[in-house]
């Protein structure tokens, strides 16, 4: 049974920090690519930041410069650290794992950015 359980999302004001997190259960997890997608209140889902087992990362130009994430292979956890946050990156934000022809999706934290 592959699980991935997202945490830390919460109210924040613009400007401020929230760091995401997700374990992984089920799936060697160094083997697989690890992403950040969000989808916002009307809008479709995005890609916001990837990053590869070995660690090369790719982010949306929306959230370079004030996002990063980052990966322990050690305790199968992917993180996504957002800074300098503003009301249009309130969503609901999700982990997804891929690798080995498979795609797996956690159930989402969600994010508010408001005064």
């Known amino acids: 049974q592959v699980q991935l359980v997202e945490s830390g999302g919460g109210l924040v004001q613009p400007g401020g920090s929230l760091r995401l997190s997700c374990a992984a259960n089920?799936?060697?997890?160094?083997?697989?690519?690890m992403s950040w997608y969000r989808q916002g209140p009307g809008k479709q889902r995005e890609l916001v930041a990837a990053i590869a087992g070995g660690g090369s990362t790719n982010y949306a130009d929306s959230v370079k410069g004030r996002f990063t994430i980052s990966r322990d292979n050690a305790k199968d956890t992917v993180y996504l650290q957002m800074n300098s946050l503003k009301p249009e990156d309130t969503a609901v934000y999700y982990c997804?794992?891929?690798?080995?022809?498979?795609?797996?999706w956690g159930q989402g934290t969600q994010v508010t950015v408001s005064s």
């Open positions: 997804a794992a891929g690798g080995l022809g498979r795609e797996f």
């Open positions: 089920g799936i060697i997890f160094g083997l697989y690519k």
